[in-house]
């Protein structure tokens, strides 16, 4: 089975194969502050920077200039490997900020889904790139009221990235920061895998889990998440 290795440390070995499965949409459940941005954005810099496989990071929800100032408190350059090719923002949130981020210019209206595919598709096949994160997906359910469209939407978004060849990463807010097994999103059994990381403010604990991954044998414990300016360990 083809693999892709996230570069986390503690990470890569809940997996019997030593990674995702290539291919997988993986969404990533978590409150606020739980620590999602950062474990995606890590995802693409390793890959990026150790793997040799390029990234592209969809911001529906921040401004691009806040993604890359904050990458760099961990030593993440995402200009610089925005130049190289390696790592490309797609930005929804504003007009384009650096020449190498791609204006999606969709987001005023709601989220047009089929813009979105069709930029990311040209995207992928311009960079080669072969890891995705989609931050958030909760961006669509704003835009629609119907929930029968955004499961709709969702489903679409899934298929057409197994379609691209890319490994996904997408994230989902969480009203709360105690997500358990019975509160998944609705979209949840839309995706290939379901990661969940968890805020616990009384323990001052962060922890992930891995809830399902299609086509892989993990680990089903949580795990206590270490975050600091190395980025994201897990302490399994
Ligand atoms: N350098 C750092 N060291 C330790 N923790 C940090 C650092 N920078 C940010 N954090 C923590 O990370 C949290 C934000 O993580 P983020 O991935 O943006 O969360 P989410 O996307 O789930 O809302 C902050 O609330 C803060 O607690
Ligand atoms: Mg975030």
Known sequence: MAVVKT????MDSLFSEGGYPSGNSILVVGGPGAGKTIFSMQFLYEGATKYGENGIFVSLLEHPEKIRKHALKFG???EALGEEGKLTLI???TQRVKKTDID?????RGLDMSHLLGILEQTVKDTGAKRVVVDA????ALSMSDIFEVRTEMLR???SLAEMGVTTLII???KRNDIGTSEFPVEAFLFDGIITLHLDSDAQKRRLAIRKMRGAKHTLGSYV????????KIIA
């Open 76 to 78: 993440w350059d995402i």
């Open 225 to 232: 998440v270490d975050l600091s300016e190395d980025g994201i």
């Open 104 to 108: 999606m210019k969709v987001a005023r």
């Open 172 to 174: 989902s807010e969480a």
């Open 91 to 93: 930005d929804a949130v």
């Open 157 to 159: 978004l899934s298929l």
């Open 7 to 10: 570069g986390i440390d503690g």
């Open 137 to 140: 997906i909760s961006a669509l």
